[in-house]
C-alpha cells in the first residue's frame, strides 16, 4: 500500500478571515496611501520645479544639452510655440505631475503589491519589498532609456526633417511636452515585460518554452513596437528594438528561474516521495 504524501502545510493568511466589504476597505485605503505618495512625489517636484522645467522637460530643446554630447548626436536647437492661452501653464503643471507621479512611484507600487500578496501566499515583508524593488528599478530603467535614449534622437529627427526649405519647425508646446512624456512612460511600461513574465511564471501562468517557442512572433513584435515609438528612420527603431529583444531575452530567463522555483516549491510541498 503506497504511502500517502505528506499534507502540504499551508502559510498563514492574515485575510481568511476579512469579508469582501473588507478588502473593498483595505483596497481604499491602499490606493489612498499610494495617491498620499504620488502627491508627496509632486511636492518634491514642485520644491525642484525650476530645474525639472528649464533643465529636464525643455533641456532637450537646446542643442547644448549634455545628452547630444553623450550620444554624439549633431543637435540643433528646437523652436517651441505657445500657440494656447493656457498652452504654458499646461505644460508647466503637466511636467510637474508627471515627475512627481514618477518619483512618488515607488511607494504606490509598494502599496499595490501589499494589498496583492497576501493572495500570492507570501507574508515575508522583506518579499514584499524586494519584490517592489524589483518592479520599481524597471520602470526607472524604462523611464531613463527613454529620456536618454529615446528622446534625444526622435526630437532631433523631428527638428531637422523639412519637405521644403520655406517650411520651418516650429513646434507647439503642449504637442512637445505630450511627446515626450508619452515616449518616456511608454518605454517605462514596456520595461515591465520581465516583471510580467516572471510573476506569470511563478503562478504557472506561463512558461519559459512558450516564449521560445514564439520568439520569433515577438521579434517582429519588437520591431513593430520601435517602428510605432520612434520616427521613421532605421538607426533609431534599431536602437529601440534591441533593448525590446533584450528584454524578450531576460523575460525568458527569469521565466525559466521563476518555473524551477515553482517546481521546487511544489516537491517540498507534495513530498518528493509522491512518485514512488
Not at 491602499?30 to 504620488?38: A, V
Not at 525650476?50 to 525643455?58: G, K, Q, R
Not at 506569470?200 to 518554452?209: A, D, I, N, R, V
Request: glycine fraction near 6%; aromatic fraction near 16%.
Amino acid at each position: 500500500m503506497e504511502k500517502d504524501p505528506p499534507e502540504a502545510e499551508m502559510p498563514e493568511d492574515r485575510t481568511e478571515n476579512m469579508s469582501f466589504l473588507d478588502h473593498l476597505e483595505e483596497l481604499r485605503w491602499r490606493i489612498l496611501k499610494g495617491l498620499l505618495g504620488l502627491a508627496g512625489g509632486i511636492v518634491v517636484a514642485i520644491i525642484f520645479a525650476d530645474f525639472f522645467v528649464n533643465t529636464v522637460m525643455l533641456g532637450p530643446t537646446q542643442s547644448s544639452y549634455f545628452i547630444y554630447d553623450f550620444l554624439h548626436i549633431d543637435a540643433v536647437d528646437l523652436t517651441l510655440q505657445s500657440r494656447k492661452l493656457p498652452g504654458q501653464f499646461f505644460t508647466y503643471w503637466g511636467t510637474l505631475i508627471v515627475v512627481g507621479g514618477i518619483i512618488g512611484s515607488p511607494v504606490f507600487f509598494y502599496q499595490m503589491w501589499a494589498f496583492i500578496e497576501p493572495a500570492l501566499e507570501t507574508k515575508e515583508k522583506w518579499k514584499s519589498r524586494l519584490n517592489t524593488l524589483f518592479i520599481t528599478s524597471f520602470f526607472l530603467l524604462g523611464i531613463a532609456f527613454g529620456y536618454f535614449i529615446l528622446v534625444p534622437f526622435a526630437l532631433q529627427f523631428f527638428t531637422k526633417f523639412q519637405i521644403s526649405d520655406v517650411i520651418h519647425n516650429d513646434f507647439d508646446i503642449n504637442l512637445y511636452f505630450s511627446s515626450v512624456a508619452m515616449w518616456v512612460l511608454s518605454c517605462g511600461v514596456i520595461f515591465q515585460l520581465p516583471v510580467v513574465s516572471y510573476f506569470l511564471s511563478k503562478f504557472g501562468l506561463l512558461t519559459p518554452q512558450f516564449l521560445r517557442d514564439y520568439r520569433r512572433h515577438a521579434i517582429v513584435i519588437c520591431f513593430i513596437l520601435a517602428a510605432f515609438l520612434t520616427p521613421p528612420d532605421p538607426v533609431s527603431q534599431f536602437l529601440i528594438a534591441v533593448p525590446l529583444l533584450l528584454l524578450f531575452q531576460l523575460a525568458v530567463w527569469l521565466s525559466k528561474v521563476a518555473a524551477q522555483k515553482r517546481q521546487r516549491e511544489l516537491e517540498e510541498a507534495l513530498g518528493s516521495d509522491i512518485g514512488e
